[in-house]
């Protein structure tokens, strides 16, 4: 729990939330207190690969927007990890890897119903390659994800067959990392099941929504907010993080 919700669970308990409120001055410039990641938080950065953005194979709307607002909140974060969707060829999330098969349909796989997307992010391409303007020399890991022929994974900590792991779990925990902010493309897809499954790990998880940017398929942007809030996830500003 950062401090100023555990400060405003005290009140709360104590009943003295009320008073609160209504002394201006103290309180008030408090409560809004910009969040402050300290050696404990990591920013996780998600896919922000030419493959997402204009002239890529699987474009994010406004998808490059997020590169600047990434590349100024890094100074921010002690701990960064970075992550790139890295699909073999014909990879099984592909539609060109199902006969009869379009981009943006759905199929079963072994684990479940699979959306199938154009050919993206294909290992060692330009099209996979991190966008040349962001700009995160501080960043200590690069997590590469998707790599299973048959298994998709949207989540850098769970694959979509909900058994493999990543190991960027376990990377965390060692690391002592509790807090975790997750940003990039898409935030519909790879940014919201990154934070749901950190969640489920015990992390504290906020979610930058100006941050990030939503391919927003059949509602998916909409329900992809819903599942977060109700795991305690906490949507946030970029602006509401300070040094
Ligand atoms: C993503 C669809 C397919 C993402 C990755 O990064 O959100 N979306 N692969
Ligand atoms: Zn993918």
Redesign the pocket.
Known sequence: MNIVSSKRAVLRATGLGLIASAVPLGWKAWANQPLRPGVQSALIV??VQNC?IDGGT?PVAKGAEVVPIINAMAPKFANIVVTQ?WHTPAHA?FASSHAGKKPFETTNLSYGTQVL?PD??VQGSEDAALHKDLKLPTAQVILRK?HHPLVDS?SAFLEADRKTVTGLGGYLRQRGITDVFVCG??TD???AWTALDARDLGFATYVIEDACRA?DLNGSLDQAWKAMLAKGVRRIQSKEIGV
Do not use: E, Q, T
Request: proline residues 0%; glycine residues 6%; contains cysteine.
């Open positions: 998600v896919d997402f699987l969707d999330s997307w993206h992010c998707g949207y493309l898409a897809f790879c940014v391919i």
